[in-house]
């Protein structure tokens, strides 16, 4: 497969790395907090070896982690990857230069610090794949865990931490490890509803009087498709038409206002679509 940059996609996902630098610096490394991923391992091994900087070790990790996503996901995956996570250590590194820190940036309270953290981490993760790219570490076993089987993205990356905070009880003990479990079930969730947020589509399916002025503003104004299907009212039984089509939100609130001036009898109902595959979508 071949790479392709796009601008939008890439300063997409150095926000997202950034967000998901300042969640680990300011917040989950000062706590020992390893809610997970090669970020929460990078955490643990600088606890048993102190001398080697959580950027290093999570660059070292990332790295192996982003060649077996590469072979099992793809070169285009692999692409955005492999900058976001390098650069997730250099933007660590960078922060440890410019705002060290020697102690918690919220001194006391690990569950602040747990719950801030991990939200600004999550969101950060969050964008990053929905560009198609993973900010490296676990995200690329649930990236792979997604692609060959049922399971959402969210729900592998759990399993997938699930040793990493196993291990952080190990070393930390029961109070911490609770707290990173914690953290990794929120983590997912979190992501799983970020995703789903950035790809919801809606369906819409129109009864109206007025079927070629509103199917003609959905294929020319909104340059979306429309199926049309024949139909017959359950309580006069009169011949119907009736449109559906799949828009997004921007167009949503743009078919709702047009509709109310065209037709005000009209009736209209709307459900969230998760995922949509096709042209004008996933591709133009």
């Known amino acids: 497969m071949k790479s392709s940059f796009n601008i939008k996609r890439f300063l997409f996902v150095n926000i997202g790395v950034i967000l998901v630098a300042v969640g680990l610096h300011f917040f989950l490394v000062p706590n020992s907090l390893a809610v997970g ?9 600088n606890h048993l070896f102190p001398f080697i900087p ?10 192996i982690l982003v060649v077996i996503g590469f072979i099992f996901i793809g070169a285009d995956f692999g692409f955005y990857t492999v900058y976001a996570s390098i650069s997730l250590g250099v933007f660590l590194w960078l922060l440890e230069l ?15 610090n747990l719950i801030f953290g991990i939200f600004i981490q999550a969101i950060g993760i969050g964008i990053v794949v929905n560009q198609g790219a993973s900010t490296g570490g676990t995200d690329i076993v ?23 905070t196993l291990l952080a009880t190990l070393l930390y003990g029961p109070k911490l490890g609770m707290y990173a479990l914690l953290g990794a079930i929120i983590n997912s969730t979190v992501i799983d509803k970020m995703i789903a947020g950035f790809d919801t589509k809606y369906h819409i399916t129109i009864i109206t009087n007025k079927i070629e002025e509103i ?21 006069k039984g009169d011949a119907r038409t009736i449109i559906v089509t799949v828009v997004d939100k921007k167009d949503y609130v743009k078919l709702k206002e047009f509709i109310r001036k065209t037709d005000k009898e009209a009736f209209m109902y709307v ?14």
């Open 98 to 112: 410019v705002v060290p820190l020697n102690q918690s940036l919220v001194e006391g309270d690990i569950f602040i």
């Open 215 to 235: 199917n003609q503003f959905i294929l020319v104004d909104l340059y979306r498709g429309s199926t049309l299907y024949d139909a017959k009212g359950g309580y």
């Open 37 to 45: 991923g090669t970020s929460g391992l990078s955490i643990e091994i």
């Open 271 to 284: 459900s969230n679509v998760t995922e949509v595959e096709g042209y004008g979508f996933t591709y133009e």
């Open 142 to 164: 649930a990236k792979i865990v997604e692609t060959y089987t049922r399971f959402s993205f969210g729900q592998g990356l759990i399993m997938s931490d699930g040793v990493v």
């Open 54 to 63: 959580v950027p290093y070790i999570l660059t070292a990790l990332n790295t």
